[in-house]
């Protein structure tokens, strides 16, 4: 996602720049998603039964809407980098949007499997919430913002196709902005009643950002598809061509809402954040895991919210702000990734919470057959012994 923030920013003198490491981060990232893709399918394919255990655990499975949803941020940088840094025509935008159209039948696949599977077969109490719980629904909001980026770059061309991305954009938005407002609800229900979750995984209060930031991005960019729709073509219907000002209107309203909501999220987040890391208990000291990484994409995600309203409102405020985060996203992502390269190196990183638990199980399923068969080969012997005495 730092190509796309890179090619947002509102300063066009920045960028002979700025495209060229915006490419930079884009390749690097096509590399680790088809790096991560072979392991993960390699895994799976050797060890079918994981991918049962992956399902059934109650954190491990809430990830896999992280996989659609890395997918879909290369296919909106490769985009942009291509027609819009580069200009090198619209044909690549269109053949990444053919892959939209897979990432955004996984996108809604998984939120609906995973929510499947935590109504039915996890163990949840209220006190372990977390905002883990968004990341199933979350893909589904960033394929929609993705669909309209991409149906802007490709109206001029393709104004019917834009047009059928946008009103898929709108649907598959509308499932995953509502069920992400449900369980930010839920997550604050959780920190009402039961405090900021624990220090392992006290990074998730990070990550309600994501969906207000892409949510609004989303509603920014589709609402400006349908105007652009309405002024260059013929396409919609009358009473359309007559709304589309107003759809255009209530998605930057909208946008400034969220905008503000994720704001507010987010220095909850700093304040819960810095008050964890400041304790005077050196026992209850913040250790880096994976899950640091939730510092990155949703702020990510907000930025390219305030980017946009600064360019369609044309504010120097909102400008100001949205490249200040951006310096704020690349600062940590470089820390994050360098701790995660240190970490890699060490092999402390990475773990897999649902093969420990079966192997847990195991062990000690393990234990309890040893156990039975000590105590049948315990009355085998006594059996014979009073065998032998009645004989």
């Known amino acids: 996602v730092n190509c796309s923030l890179l090619l947002a920013l509102p300063w066009h003198t920045w960028e002979p720049v700025t495209r060229h490491i915006a490419l930079i981060f884009l390749l690097l990232d096509i590399i680790l998603f088809i790096g991560f893709s072979i392991v993960i399918t390699i895994r799976y394919t050797k060890y079918p039964e994981i991918l049962a255990l992956t399902l059934h655990h109650s954190q491990h ?65 209220a006190e372990n919430y977390t905002a883990a719980l968004l990341l199933p629904v979350v893909p589904t909001i960033t394929a ?14 393709y104004p019917t196709y834009a047009w059928t991305m946008c009103l898929a954009s709108y649907a598959i938005l509308g499932i995953g902005l509502s069920l992400a407002m449900m369980i930010l609800a839920l997550f604050l229900q959780r920190l009402t009643f039961h405090h900021l979750p624990p220090n392992d995984v006290i990074v998730s209060v990070f990550l309600p950002l994501g969906p207000c930031g892409q949510g609004g991005y989303a509603l920014i960019l589709l609402g400006k598809v349908v105007l652009e729709l309405a002024r260059t073509t013929s396409l919609l219907p009358p009473y359309l061509q007559l709304a589309a000002p107003a759809a255009y209107a209530v998605g930057l309203v909208s946008g400034l809402a969220l905008f503000g909501l994720g704001m507010w999220w987010w220095l909850v987040a700093v304040v819960a954040f810095v008050s964890r890391a400041i304790q005077n208990d050196p026992t209850e000291k913040l250790g880096f895991n994976m899950g640091w990484w939730g510092f990155t994409f949703p702020l990510a995600s907000l930025t390219l919210c305030t980017l946009a309203l600064a360019t369609e409102l044309d504010s120097l405020p909102f400008k100001i702000i ?15 990734a360098l701790r995660t390269g240190v970490g890699a190196f060490k092999g402390t990183i990475f773990h897999a919470p649902c093969v420990q638990d079966w192997r847990k199980g195991q062990k000690l399923l393990q234990v309890a057959e040893n156990s039975l068969t000590q105590v049948d080969q315990a009355g085998l012997r006594e059996n014979a012994q009073d065998a032998s005495s009645a004989v």
Request: aromatic share 14%; hydrophobic share 60%; net charge neutral.
């Open 61 to 125: 499975s809430l990830f896999l809407g992280c996989i659609p949803m890395g997918l879909v941020t290369i296919l909106s940088g490769i985009s942009v980098i291509t027609q819009q840094a580069y200009h090198l025509g619209v044909g690549w935008t269109l053949i990444v949007s053919y892959i939209w159209w897979v990432d955004l039948a996984a996108s809604c696949f998984f939120a609906l499997l995973v929510p499947y599977m935590v109504f039915t077969t996890h163990s949840h109490a």
């Open 144 to 157: 929609a913002a993705s669909g309209g980026r991409m149906a802007l770059l490709l109206l001029s061309a």
């Open 322 to 336: 949205g490249s200040i985060m951006v310096c704020v996203v690349l600062i940590l992502w470089f820390y994050v």
